[in-house]
């Protein structure tokens, strides 16, 4: 049972654009938002995260805004530089070692 | 630069042959997870470990799979026997704790294909 799915597997957007990544959630006890980003043949590494006490995180061109309401979470990328063409994975946990993945996004950016 | 590694990065067998995966976790981390990633269902939790016992093994085929860590620099996976609907990536990750809070650091991988 996916509690984690990300709709989209791919997404391209033009350099200096923005790009938004989503990922909905099924399980209300999560309380701990994470994005992963993946390079071909290497491991995931993180990227930002946010806690359920708050809607909004940002950290450079980075911002990931949470809707508990909605279950839903999302990953904006501004402007999209072609270093950020990787998979994204969003994850989730109940406040403990266990992180619930989704089946990633692929983002091209193009030149 | 500390790093998690593993061993082999890729491994190609036949059905019905054992296989096994290492890695090296980060010096200081007590916390070992083995994940695998597949088109369909992304990154699954197989296997978790604090220091050095298993904790969580509920993602995996009790009976091909085990996982264990005979010491704080090593972890292994091991499929016995091994089937096609194995052939994946197997990712190992250390963290320092078991908080989610706290980052789950990932090796390279494992790129197993079963024929």
């Known amino acids: 049972d996916q509690q984690v799915k990300q709709n989209s597997p791919s997404l391209s957007v033009q350099e200096g654009r923005i790009s938004i990544l989503n990922c909905d959630y099924t399980?209300?006890?999560?309380?701990?938002f994470l994005w992963y980003k993946k390079y071909p043949a290497e491991g995931p590494t993180f990227l930002i995260s946010?806690?359920?006490?708050?809607d909004k995180n940002e950290d450079g061109r980075f911002t990931v805004f949470l809707n508990k309401s909605a279950k839903h979470l999302s990953l904006h990328i501004v402007p999209s530089q072609p270093g950020d063409s990787a998979v994204y994975f969003c994850?989730?946990?109940?406040?403990?070692?266990?992180?619930?993945f989704g089946a990633g996004t692929t983002v091209t950016v193009r030149a | 630069d500390a790093r998690v590694t593993q061993t082999p990065r890729h491994k190609v067998t036949e059905m019905g042959q054992e296989v096994t995966m290492r890695c090296q976790p980060i010096?200081?981390?007590?916390?070992v997870f083995w994940y695998r990633q597949t088109m369909m269902q992304g990154l699954e939790l197989l296997a978790y470990?604090?220091?050095?016992?298993?904790?969580?093994d509920s993602g995996m085929p009790k009976d091909r799979f085990s996982a264990e860590m005979p010491d704080a620099t090593l972890a292994t996976l091991k499929i016995q026997p091994s089937e096609p609907r194995d052939s994946a990536v197997y990712f190992c990750?250390?963290?320092?704790?078991?908080?989610?809070?706290?980052?789950?650091?990932f090796g390279p991988g494992t790129r197993l294909t079963v024929l």
């Open positions: 990750a250390s963290g320092r704790t078991s908080v989610s809070t706290d980052t789950q650091y």
């Open positions: 010096l200081g981390h007590n916390t």
């Open positions: 399980n209300s006890m999560f309380d701990y």
């Open positions: 994850a989730a946990s109940v406040g403990d070692y266990k992180l619930s």
């Open positions: 946010i806690s359920s006490i708050k």
């Open positions: 470990f604090r220091n050095r016992a298993p904790l969580d």
